[in-house]
């Protein structure tokens, strides 16, 4: 089969398309012929080797992707039959998985049937960006009253956060760096829109959104900690960006990356999935690229060049 493979840690460049033996699977294992692989920011991080001291680096030669959705084409000893030409969805688990391949092998207990009507990339982004934006809506406890600022508001996880937003009857304010972006985060749901790349851009968020009180932010950095001191005093902040600096002193904070999660990751798949399936908050994949090229899905996602969630086809 074709994989991404890389042997050592860097740049995009260290991915390399390479043949490599078709894997087979073990006891409580399928393998699944991989028509759409996630990307992920996480990917990016895995990849540089720019990772948390919680978090171990993968031993190389490695394969990255951690989810994929596909068809079952193997089943392993102790796999119940049904699953044989199912068409499926999994999250392959933490570092590097080997999605970003034409063939993975996906342990049973991560299979999810694909919904009808829902399409391999998508049915990818919400195994991953969506079940992460599941949790992030049910720890933002959103009501009509609340005004809401969403960063990265085009990209994946913007896009079903506005919806989610939408859905809960409260005022949604995306910011983007471009006025492509704008236009899209307007689609999702955004009342307002601002280009956090322009100048000024806070005095406009201030005259346009005078009242804030929630943020979610996944992006960290100079901007969300800007907004975050906008919020209202009896606000709140949902953050899954990993930058814990310089937000003291405000509002309250909200980390949902860690136990509380994972603990309950199942939960929010399935949420997730549902979601999805019955349009409540659609996946948008708005970047793809044919798995030779997923160097450069490496490259336009840190560049930030890309738009929806990021997906590579096979």
Do not use: C
């Not at 493979?5 to 699944?32: M, S």
């Not at 999994?90 to 993975?104: F, I, N, Q, R, V």
């Not at 005022?171 to 307002?192: P, V």
Request: proline residues 7%; glycine residues 14%; hydrophobic residues 40%.
């Amino acid at each position: 089969m074709r994989a991404i493979r890389q042997h050592e840690f860097g740049g995009p460049e260290v991915l390399h398309l390479e043949e490599v033996p078709d894997p087979t699977p073990g006891p409580g294992q399928v393998r699944v012929r991989v028509e759409a692989a996630g990307v992920h920011r996480l990917d990016t991080s895995i990849r540089a080797a720019d990772l948390p001291p919680t978090m171990p680096r993968p031993e190389l030669p490695t394969t990255p992707g951690r989810e994929v959705a596909g068809v079952v084409d193997q089943v392993g000893e102790g796999v119940d039959e049904a699953w044989q030409g199912a068409k499926v969805v999994a999250h392959l688990g933490p570092g590097s998985s080997g999605g970003y391949a034409e063939l993975a092998v996906v342990d049973e207990t991560q299979l999810y049937r694909r919904p009808e009507g829902l399409e391999s990339p998508e049915a990818v982004a919400a195994i991953g960006t969506g079940r992460t934006s599941a949790a992030v809506l049910e720890a933002a406890e959103i009501t009509p009253d609340d005004v809401v600022v969403v960063t990265s508001a085009a990209g994946g996880m913007g896009a079903i956060l506005l919806q989610g937003i939408r859905n809960a009857g409260a005022r949604a304010i995306g910011l983007a760096g471009s006025e492509a972006k704008l236009e899209i985060a307007r689609g999702f749901g955004a009342h307002t829109a601002v280009d956090y790349r322009a100048d000024g851009w806070l005095e406009t968020l201030r005259e346009e959104e005078p009242r804030i009180t929630v943020l979610l932010d996944g992006v960290g950095g100079d901007v969300p900690r800007q907004v975050y001191a906008q919020l209202e005093p009896d606000g709140r902040m949902v953050r899954f960006s990993g930058d814990q600096d310089g937000y003291e002193g405000g509002a309250k904070i909200i980390d949902i990356l860690g136990p509380w999660v994972q603990g309950r990751i199942k939960e929010f798949e399935q949420a997730s999935l549902g979601a999805a399936a019955d349009g409540t908050r659609r996946p948008y994949v708005g970047s793809t690229f044919p798995l030779a090229e997923a160097a450069e899905a490496h490259r336009a996602l840190e560049s930030r060049e890309t738009t929806g969630k990021v997906v590579l086809l096979t």
